[in-house]
């Protein structure tokens, strides 16, 4: 358990933090070969893996559930790697915990809703985990702030950031625009919190990861987390913007870090 926790805080401390894992976590087999080809590279801090997926529209793949959790426990057994997963009730906290996972994160969609970030809140207490909140999809600091507050209320010390960028009407470039000035407001207005980029829900394809990755880089930010996928093409969520973790290690092989991270 004492390694365990080291490992994670290891993980948190680290510059760049780069986390990658598929969008979904789809079956046993895909969880374990992502994350030991991911650990191969020596690329990469922590796992990432949604279990429980909030879809635009019903009908769609809505993640695996409970049963994909000891996946992840068998795959940080395998390769040593931190474990992430979004949650947005109280009952997926309680589930994520007891599967030890190591980091959890507020999803863009749960954001918005302060009921279910409150839910979310409350479910924590008491709890010593590290929470990674995603910007909401929608251009608004105060409820990014707000969801913030939240979690530091419940007790939670180790709070970070993640900017996936945010939707609007319309094909644009960018499946979520950056708006980079929002996410640097929040990172003024919060100096000492981690804050990594997402340009996989930047991008929204695969073409542009780079390009996002590298801006994020040169704006000081902490870290990536960008999803990885054995198979991208047939994923069962988010399958334009999946790399596979070979990909994933030349993208960032490409990236041109800050000195102090080299
Ligand atoms: C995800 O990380 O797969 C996800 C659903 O992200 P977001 O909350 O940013 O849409
Ligand atoms: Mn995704």
Redesign the pocket.
Known sequence: MENQKRSVQDAWQKRPLIISGP?SAETEEQVLETATRLAKTGKVDMLRA?IW??RTRPGSFEGVGTKGLPWLQQARKLTGLPTAV?VATGKQVEDALHFDVDVLWI???TTVNPFSVQEVADALRGVKVPVLI?NPINPDLELWIGAVERVAKAGIEQIGLIH?GFSSYGNTEFRNAPMWHLAIEMKRRNPNMLIIN?PS?ICGRRDILLEVAQEAINLDYDGLMI?SHIDPDNAWS?AKQQITPEQLAGLLGEIVWRKEDI
Do not use: F, M, V, Y
């Open positions: 969008c949604g997926k909030p979004e999803g863009a969609r995603k996936r997402d829900h999803e988010d």
